[in-house]
């Protein structure tokens, strides 16, 4: 395969974008190894898309330096810019076969026709839409659309590649056989890749770092699994995963563990370099077991986690097939718990015991 | 890096020191040895002939050259050319506008600085060559600093058409109000500006308690109100007949949408004195018949409310189309279910979603109506408007240009106050409901008693418009209407006659000469007209700058402006150094790109807007630049608002009237100036005839151009791109 990638690392220095007096990126600094895919994920209007776009030079950085490759890039027009983005529309140009769209680059950047064609045609080749190239975007369904989208960005081998949510026009099972492709080429290329998401579970999937964004800051850099582990905030802890979040009180840390008193439950949670005191924690949905209140009398129950159960009132039992989605009222107010034992659900309505596994459950501030 | 800014550096000294810097006669090629008068270019004038002022314009470009060739001083270029460009650009316009034919142009000047010894005519290639290099320096180190997203093209763009609007749309209205003040003696004065607005023949209201008169105010307003309300309810019946009932004819109807656009406005004045003035069909029948006697009662309020009805109609029609379909036919459905009857439905909910589209008519038609000029020249008699008022203050033996620009303030006040209502008030107010989903339910039908009244409306109304126009098609060919009807080629022949002498082929008729200037003319308009309005739609719809709003709210403005304010404000204002167009062909064609420009710009808007943003974006990722994307990607999809936009100014160009009316000279005479004039001489048979003509030259290009480019409405409604969204999914 002769694309090949010239994979360079993206840096952001301080960098903020404002309209008017609303800043949409506010002193925003990380960077991106080169080779990795890293993921911006947060909420809508959080700046993760200003973000992208300030990379690919689709917008001016009001403040701050980029850098991409080493090189000072802040006031590079996008033209200038070796970047390409696979859009969230896919933007192929309706009026141009699909060999030209994915050619268009090379053309205009003063490749000879034939080159670019052949060079085209490799690309198409590399996302498995050999001999679609006379085909009209119109003609193609979403999912090649897609292909064709990241074709294009490809074959100009680019020092980064960008994705804007490229899979939000896809339907559900397509869109995870897509992240897993835009992953596979990405690690067999060696891309650096940007990939703009809000679907947690997708971020989870396909990247080597990600960044959540919130309220047009970093709330947290971090590997999938420590951010998933160790959120650094309540947000964090909410938006990735889902986390019942509930108040506890901090007593004592060491070993890279630290201990809170919740109620009368003692549970064990990593570190999160808090002081002593007021916390809260969040609690993965799945980190909370249901037993049946009846069947061991509520007494300390079979030794499977931490601590002590609690008693609880199951509000609402949902059937989902591989696992079974309950509604909890509970002294510490509402809990959302989601557990794999299917074959013996509790009805809604009836009493049960809840303990929490030590997995899945982190301090943050409150 | 910066490769343009070199060119336009390299034009910039080209300009100043090889190019006649003035223009008009005793310009001399430049490398000549020098000669008194104003000669040469403004590096050889300044250092010869006196003209010191010229002297300073090579200082910006010393500094462009300097920081362009010295690597030590790169990182300072974009602050330096924008600092060069803009004092440039200062100083070639205020030396210009200081300094006239007599030295001074204002006589503080040289009060301060003592007299100076020579004037200077008005701008020539070399000025403007210069000023436009400056201007590009300028946006080039604007885009340096990083605004504009550093793109070079877009500030270029923008500086380009902010200069354009700036010179030929805010500099001649400027001058109208300086002109409305004029005291008679070159100063201006509060006093004699306050004087003319308030004159009494202006605002009297005396038609109220004696038999004289209103004031020319009133008389336009009144006009106006009764046109918008006629035209309103008109369109309104034709628009419902159209989309809401089952008639068999909608395309017949469709035909009366075009025939406005391909009219000069005065023409159904002329089929009007047809039927109607002394010697018209209907009033010699009435005589015989019914012993009615001849009367001149068309002249006048009566006339012009008639005609300007006949020829507004079609615009509010095509308006109220609009607003009829944008009322989502699942709204009604909804009521019905809801057990609404008919009546009740559109009672209750078809017609309060349309009350602001029929304001919008009404306002439409209002504005029309004040700044129509050919209807009330012809039919006016003594009911005077401010339109024609204007022309007679000029034109006439008064010859009174400062009471015509100050009838021009107040015409242009009424206007831009209704522009202005419908913007503030309508722009909000809007209920269009049109989803881009295809199955949106099916137009309920009308309740009995609306249909029956739309149709007893419209129907004879489009049956008395299409008699009017067969009536001009055919009136050409007789002798004389109404006295002698029998037929002849007599005027054609009299208009277009050709002859064999001895060089070959002589345009012997009398409207050959005004027909090929107008042709040209529109040809040459044509395509500036739609590049300049295309290009500001780009940079409204594609690019996010500081004033945007402001700036389409000022391409929008010199749309409101009436025809008869541009024309004398533009007699006002290039007449004299150093702009001096006036008698040329090239006042003509810019006049035509600045009125023309906006429906451009509303083509180009509702194109562009279809277009989906990331499509250029992703150009300019995979490496194109403005200008390439543009090229390869939005002009090609664009192309059906381009062909629009192309014919609207085209036949724009070849039937209005109001404006160059006042531009036209014996050696540019125009089409519709020269049928005026017939007019005016009672050469009713010549008039009419070069009329047809003409509109059967309209209806040709139209139906060539349709047919090269498919089924396609022309005109107001921009034509729309079939599917642009690259989403097919």
Excluded at chain 1, 124 to 145: D, F, H, I, N, W
Excluded at chain 2, 156 to 171: D, T, Y
Excluded at chain 2, 392 to 409: S, Y
């Amino acid at each position: 395969m002769s694309i090949a990638s010239k994979a360079a690392g993206v840096e952001f220095r301080n960098v903020s974008r404002r309209y008017g007096s609303t800043a949409a990126v506010d002193d925003v600094s990380f960077s991106i190894e080169a080779g990795t895919l890293v993921t911006l994920l947060g909420p809508s209007g959080c700046g993760k898309t200003t973000t992208l776009r300030m990379i690919a030079g689709l917008e001016m950085a009001s403040g701050g330096t980029i850098l991409i490759g080493g090189k000072d890039v802040t006031r590079l027009p996008a033209t200038d810019r070796n970047v390409t983005m696979v859009f969230q529309s896919y933007a192929l140009f309706p009026h141009m076969s699909v060999a030209d769209n994915v050619a268009y680059g090379l053309v205009v950047s003063g490749v000879r026709k034939r080159d670019a064609a052949a060079r085209a045609a490799e690309g198409l080749e590399l996302v498995g839409l050999g001999g679609y190239g006379q085909r009209l975007p119109s003609e193609l369904s979403g999912g090649q659309q897609q292909r064709v989208a990241v074709a294009r960005a490809l074959v100009l081998e680019p020092e980064v590649l960008l994705f804007d949510e490229p899979l939000s026009n896809l339907d559900a099972k397509l869109r995870r056989k897509m992240r897993d492709d835009i992953r596979e080429l990405q690690q067999k290329l060696g891309l650096t890749s940007v990939y703009v998401t809000h679907d947690q579970e997708e971020a989870l999937a396909v990247s080597d770092r990600i960044i959540v964004m919130n309220k047009s800051v970093i709330a947290q850099t971090g590997t999938p699994d420590e951010l998933y582990r160790r959120p650094n905030s309540r947000f964090v802890a909410d938006f990735i995963g889902g986390a019942n979040l509930i108040d506890g009180e901090l007593v004592a840390r060491g070993g890279g563990t630290a201990t809170v008193a919740l109620g009368r439950l003692t549970l064990s949670v990593p570190d999160p370099g808090l002081p002593a005191g007021g916390i809260l924690l969040a609690v993965r949905p799945n980190a909370i077991r249901l037993r049946p209140a009846g069947a061991d009398g509520g007494i300390n129950g079979g030794g499977d986690g931490s601590g002590d159960g609690i008693p609880v009132t199951v509000r609402k039992a949902t059937y989902l097939g591989s696992h079974m989605e309950y509604g909890l009222t509970s002294e510490f107010g509402d809990l959302f718990v989601v557990d794999p034992n299917v074959a013996n659900p509790v009805p809604a309505g009836a009493t049960a015991l809840a303990t929490f596994t030590g997995d899945g459950i982190a301090a943050v501030a409150r | 890096m910066r490769p343009r800014s070199a060119v336009w550096l390299a034009l910039g000294w080209v300009g100043f020191a090889l190019l006649p810097w003035f223009a008009g006669s005793g310009t001399q090629p430049a490398l000549a040895p020098p000669a008194p008068g104003p000669a040469g270019s403004a590096l050889i004038d300044g250092l010869t002939s006196g003209r010191w002022w010229l002297l300073p314009v090579a200082l910006p470009l010393l500094l462009a050259l300097a920081v362009t060739a010295l690597p030590g001083l790169r990182a300072r270029q974009p602050a330096a050319l924008l600092a060069g460009g803009a004092f440039g650009l200062a100083w070639v316009a205020a030396q210009g506008f200081a300094i006239g034919l007599d030295g001074w142009a204002w006589g503080w000047l040289g009060a301060l600085f003592g007299p100076l010894p020579l004037g200077q005519g008005g701008f020539g290639a070399g000025a403007a060559l210069t000023a436009l290099s400056f201007l590009f320096l300028m946006t080039n180190g604007f885009a340096g600093l990083g605004f504009m997203k550093g793109d070079r093209f877009t500030a270029g763009a923008i500086g380009l058409v902010l200069a354009a609007i700036a010179a030929f749309v805010f500099l001649p209205v400027g001058y109208v109000l300086s002109g409305a003040g004029d005291t008679g003696t070159g100063g201006f004065s509060a006093g004699a500006l306050w004087a003319r607005l308030a004159a009494p023949d202006v605002w009297r209201l005396s038609c109220l308690t004696e038999a004289k008169s209103c004031g020319v105010v009133w008389n336009s307003v009144f006009l106006a109100v009764m046109t918008g309300i006629a035209t309103t309810l008109l369109g309104l019946a034709f628009a419902l007949v159209a989309v809401r009932t089952g008639f068999r004819a909608k395309k017949l109807l469709r035909v009366l949408t075009v025939l406005p656009i391909i009219t000069p406005p005065f023409v159904i004045s002329l089929a009007v004195i047809l039927l109607f003035g002394r010697n018209g069909t209907v009033t010699l029948a009435m005589a015989d018949w019914f012993g009615i006697p001849v009367s001149r009662w068309i002249y006048g309020l009566p006339g012009v409310l008639l005609t300007q009805t006949l020829a507004f109609t079609p615009i509010s029609f095509l308006v109220m189309i609009g607003v009829v379909q944008g009322i989502g036919p699942s709204l009604e459905e909804a009521a019905q279910t809801l057990r609404a009857s008919r009546w009740v439905t559109f009672r209750t909910v078809t017609w309060p979603l349309m009350r602001p589209g029929v304001a919008n008519a009404f306002l439409i038609s209002f504005i029309e109506s004040l700044a129509d000029f050919g209807n009330p020249l012809i039919l006016g008699g003594n009911y005077e408007v401010l339109s024609t008022k204007i022309y007679f203050a000029v034109v006439g033996a008064q010859n009174d240009p400062g009471r015509a620009a100050a009838l021009g303030i107040i015409l242009l006040c009424l206007c831009l106050g209704a522009f202005w209502v419908q913007r503030q008030w309508l722009g909000k107010k809007s209920y269009a409901t049109v989803g881009g989903k295809g199955d949106n339910g099916i137009p309920s039908q009308l309740p009995r008693g609306i249909k029956i009244a739309a149709y007893a409306t419209a129907l004879p109304w489009a049956a008395f418009t299409f008699v009017l126009y067969g009536l001009i098609l055919f009136g050409g060919f007789t002798e004389n209407w109404g006295r002698n009807n029998s037929l002849t080629l007599r005027h054609y022949l009299a208009a277009f006659d050709l002859s064999w002498g001895p060089n070959g082929l002589i345009w012997s008729g009398r409207a050959w000469g005004s027909l090929f200037t107008t042709i040209e003319v529109a040809a040459l308009s044509a395509p500036l007209t739609a590049a300049v309005g295309l290009l500001t739609a780009y940079l409204l719809v594609r690019q996010s700058f500081k004033g945007r709003g402001a700036f389409e709210f000022l391409t929008m403005l010199s749309f409101t402006i009436p025809g008869t304010v541009i024309g004398i404000s533009y007699i006002l204002a290039f007449n004299q150094p150093p702009i001096e167009l006036t008698g040329t062909v090239t006042i003509l064609i810019v006049c035509f790109v600045f009125r023309n420009m906006p429906v451009s710009i509303r083509a180009g808007v509702a194109a562009m807007s279809q277009i989906d943003r990331s499509l250029d974006e992703c150009s300019l990722t995979l490496g194109a630049g403005s200008v390439q994307t543009i090229r390869r990607v939005i002009l090609p999809l664009l192309r059906p608002a381009i062909v629009a936009s192309l014919v609207y100014s085209f036949v724009r160009a070849i039937t209005s009237i109001s404006a160059v009316i006042f531009l036209v000279s014996p050696k540019y005479e125009l089409a519709t100036a020269y049928i005026v004039g017939r007019v005016e001489q009672g050469d009713f048979g010549l008039a009419i005839a070069y009329s047809s003509a003409l509109i059967v030259l309209m209806s040709v290009v139209i139906a060539l151009i349709q047919f090269a480019v498919g089924e396609r409405r022309i005109g107001r409604r921009a034509a729309t791109p079939v599917t642009l969204q690259e989403k097919p999914v």
